[in-house]
């Protein structure tokens, strides 16, 4: 098959990691027989340096005609680079707001998986941590309370400010549809989160999501509170396969589940539209402490890459072949020096990139 893949490398650590996940792309070409022909975008601080704005109205054109977009990061030190005296809406994550912003993406996935190699970041007890964990969260991520009305008045010389959260039932189905067509593709549970004691966008949340559950008769639906979700992340996050939620909750619940997988440098992200179109990148930042010095983890980006190939491509095997190799080289004991422990070998970036394409 042939696609057209938009590479974002931007800024910081991302030239280094996007290099190393399109020699994994590269590889499951050879070695799958497909071809991928990719366009390179400037997003944020590179963008701003070549184009005096951190994204230009080609760059959204060419992510647009593009099957899927591969992004490293975006950004810089707040506090030295000069990208920061300009007012917010020039700077380097402006251009990211935007560009989400022009391509709909409406769904955000954020997968949390503990790897068995490095249960020791994990900081849960091994009790909790049982036989491990592997759950991706969908979040809603264009509505909800961060998109809503606001104000702040002053009434009767009392400072008052007031947030709406509104969902219509088209948000609620899209996202759900998109969560239920994921779990299809994993162990068929989704987790839907919601605070239906109180919220009546939540009860509408609920209904809708019943709704659409009627149309995928092999998925097991259960509702949780949210207040209950953050609760049985850190005391059974095994219970979890799919996890959906509005843009508040799962802005919360993404981060909570993150850090109990307790390696930053090892998370993936997608974020789709209503198509199968997504932008895909990994949770963490641009990292300008180790940018050049050629010791980043390439691992969240290439898991990136990998979800690309699953939910744009529909590459599952192809996917699963970039995952396997991921967790071949960790069993083999390589490490980058983020999640180094004592008898492992540490490697740099593109030995690490080297090492997971020989496993492809
Ligand atoms: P960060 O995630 O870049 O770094 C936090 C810490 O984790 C640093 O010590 C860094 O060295 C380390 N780290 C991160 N990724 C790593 C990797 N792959 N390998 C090894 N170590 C890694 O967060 P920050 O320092 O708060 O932000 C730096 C810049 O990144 C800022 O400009 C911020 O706005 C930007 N940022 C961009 C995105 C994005 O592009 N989506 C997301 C978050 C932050």
């Known amino acids: 098959m042939e696609y057209k893949i938009a590479l974002i490398p931007g800024d910081g650590i991302g030239p280094e990691i996007v290099g190393e996940a399109k020699k994994i792309l590269d590889r499951v070409c050879e070695k799958y027989g497909h071809k991928f022909n990719y366009e390179e975008v400037l997003l944020g601080g590179a963008s701003i340096d070549a184009c005096g704005v951190p994204l230009t109205q080609e760059a959204i054109d060419t992510a647009k005609s593009s099957d899927a977009v591969l992004m490293g990061s975006i950004g810089g030190d707040a506090k030295t680079s000069p990208w920061y005296k300009l007012e917010p809406s020039k700077r380097p994550e402006a251009g990211l707001l935007a560009i989400r912003k022009a391509l709909n993406l409406f769904a955000n996935l954020r997968p949390a998986y503990l790897y068995e190699e490095l249960k020791g970041a994990c900081p849960l007890k091994e009790e909790v941590i049982g036989d491990g964990f592997d759950m991706i969260i969908v979040r809603e991520l264009t509505g909800g309370l961060y998109f809503g009305e606001r104000k702040t008045v002053e009434e009767n010389g009392v400072r008052k400010a007031v947030d709406t959260l509104t969902y219509d039932e088209k948000e609620i189905r899209r996202i759900a549809v998109k969560a239920f067509e994921i779990?299809?593709?994993?162990?068929?549970?989704?987790?839907?989160?919601?605070?239906?004691?109180?919220?009546?966008?939540?009860?509408?949340?609920?209904?809708?999501?019943?709704?659409?559950?009627?149309?995928?008769?092999?998925?097991t639906l259960e509702h949780m509170l949210v207040d209950n979700c953050a609760m049985q992340l850190v005391h059974n996050p095994g219970q979890f396969d799919v996890i959906l939620t509005e843009n508040m909750f799962g802005d919360i619940l993404s981060d909570e589940a993150s850090m109990v997988t307790g390696s930053i440098g090892m998370l993936s992200s997608a974020s789709l539209n209503e198509t199968k179109f997504g932008l895909y990148e990994p949770s963490h930042g641009s990292a300008p402490d180790i940018a050049g010095k050629g010791i980043a983890n390439p691992i969240a980006t290439i898991l990136s890459?990998?979800?690309?190939?699953?939910?744009?491509?529909?590459?599952?095997?192809?996917?699963?072949?970039?995952?396997a190799a991921v967790q071949q080289v960790l069993k083999e004991g390589y490490r980058t020096v983020d999640i180094m422990s004592e008898g492992m070998k540490e490697v740099g970036t593109k030995e690490m990139g080297d090492l997971i394409a020989e496993r492809i």
């Not at 009546?200 to 659409?212: A, G, H, I, P």
């Not at 190939?309 to 970039?322: G, I, Q, T």
């Open 305 to 323: 890459a990998a979800m690309m190939l699953r939910f744009s491509l529909d590459l599952d095997k192809e996917a699963d072949a970039v995952e």
């Open 183 to 219: 779990a299809g593709k994993r162990r068929k549970k989704v987790t839907s989160v919601d605070k239906a004691n109180v919220l009546d966008s939540s009860r509408l949340w609920r209904k809708v999501v019943e709704e659409v559950a009627a149309d995928y008769p092999d998925i």
